[in-house]
């Protein structure tokens, strides 16, 4: 409380003591005020009370905390000059007005280089994201080409100070854009635009390879590369008609090579079907002749064994018993002839039942 409020409480504390004591000296029997409390005491409270406001107030007014969360970190500026050491997530006092923290984001982020038209339709506030329009540059021909990728990279904490001392709040911009854009110029250049689609992972690979060579040589290494995707690779119209007849063509020859590896089969089998034909008649034709020659060998066997059987003394038995049978013939008809074979071996014996006198009998008879 200022000073001359206390002396303004005290001179009329005063007053009224005075007053009180005249009435009471007077003899009258006037009221007795109570006494008055004692400001004194009343008036230190009261500053500190209101030194506790004021800085109540100036604490909410000035804020001089901040809350750095998972995933980043903050730099301390002092009168101007950024401090070396990142502020890890958690609560951090400073002094308003003369140092400043700068919260950075140390997630992964993403850049996406796309067309025009699905530009349009991308949502720009989404955190995390940026999004520029698609690389275009020449071939080895010299043909317009256009490239659309994605490439996702984070801000390194440790070094995050000195990167934004270096490159400024827009590091980005000055980081990831100039060197992606170089690096595919350099690559994809090197390529005919017929060559594109067909090297498509070998070109994305190196992309990559390139890439993160180039980021990390940068002083500091400020950031790291996470991936490197190449989504679309956009011809020129006369390049996609010429790749599109020669993948017909491809597919005619294709087809073609199919039908002449069917044809090829097919006479093969045909021809193996054949061979088995032809081997199986061999086989049977050799089978007819190997049993014509068995059966032969053992007439032949059978013949040297009934010749060998054949002795002189046999030819005389047999020839004696044909003779028996001879004269027993005669017995009934007496036209029986019989037959002598040459060298005198056995005779072979004919009846013939038929006697004249039969014969003569018959032929009356019609």
Do not use: C
């Not at 009221?31 to 506790?52: H, M, Q």
């Not at 008809?333 to 014996?349: E, H, R, V, Y």
């Amino acid at each position: 409380m200022p000073a001359d409020m206390n002396d303004y409480f005290k001179k009329r504390v005063n007053q009224n003591r005075d007053n009180n004591l005249g009435n009471n000296r007077g003899g009258g029997g006037g009221p007795r005020f109570p006494e008055p409390p004692n400001f004194n005491n009343l008036g230190k409270k009261a500053i500190w009370i209101y030194a506790s406001i004021i800085v109540i107030a100036v604490l909410v007014i000035s804020k001089p905390f901040i809350i750095i969360n998972s995933g980043e970190v903050g730099i301390k500026k002092t009168a101007g000059k950024f401090e070396p050491i990142p502020l890890q997530p958690g609560f951090h006092m400073y002094l308003p007005g003369i140092q400043e923290i700068i919260v950075m984001d140390t997630k992964v982020r993403i850049v996406n280089y796309t067309s025009v038209e699905q530009m349009a339709s991308i949502d720009r506030n989404k955190q995390g994201v940026l999004n520029n329009p698609a690389i275009t540059i020449l071939d080895s021909r010299g043909l317009p080409v256009g490239i659309e990728m994605t490439v996702q990279y984070r801000l390194l904490p440790e070094g995050a100070p000195q990167t934004v001392a270096n490159w400024g709040l827009n590091w980005e911009d000055k980081i990831i854009n100039p060197v992606v854009r170089d690096v595919v110029r350099s690559v994809v250049g090197g390529f005919s635009a017929e060559e594109l689609p067909r090297k498509r992972t070998e070109i994305s690979e190196q992309i990559r390879a390139e890439l993160v060579a180039k980021i990390d040589s940068l002083e500091n290494q400020p950031v790291q590369i996470a991936s490197v995707q190449l989504r679309e690779i956009v011809l020129p119209e006369r390049i996609k008609e010429q790749i599109e007849n020669v993948q017909v063509a491809r597919q005619q020859a294709e087809r073609t090579k199919l039908e002449v590896e069917r044809a090829r089969q097919e006479a093969e089998k045909r021809a193996a079907l054949a061979m088995g034909e032809a081997e199986a008649n061999r086989i049977e034709a050799q089978g007819r002749a190997d049993a014509i020659t068995i059966e032969a060998k053992a007439r032949a066997a059978a013949n040297e064994l009934i010749a060998a059987s054949l002795t002189k003394e046999l030819l005389q038995l047999e020839q004696i018993q044909v003779q028996g049978k001879f004269n027993e013939a005669l017995q009934v008809n007496k036209d029986a002839k019989i037959f002598l074979t040459p060298g005198g071996s056995t005779p072979n014996l004919w009846v013939d039942m038929k006697h004249d006198s039969q014969t003569k009998a018959s032929t009356t008879d019609k």
